[in-house]
């Protein structure tokens, strides 16, 4: 299931990382420190973006 699911996340996040740069980070971090950490966002639930990003998916 996990394999299925790997293109369609690609899709999804790529376009997430198209409507909103930087939001996405795409590889593990090394090290995690906690401090450097950016601040939660204002608009982590924007349903602007969301719809944005559905309008970005290719469609069924």
Known sequence: ?????AAPLAEW??????????????????ELDTAMLPPSRSNRHDRDLLDSLIDELPAL
Request: avoid cysteine; aromatic fraction near 8%; glycine fraction near 8%.
């Open 13 to 30: 996040y790529a376009a997430l990382d198209r409507l909103d740069p930087g939001r996405v980070i795409d590889r593990f971090p090394l």
């Open 1 to 5: 299931m996990h394999g299925r699911l």
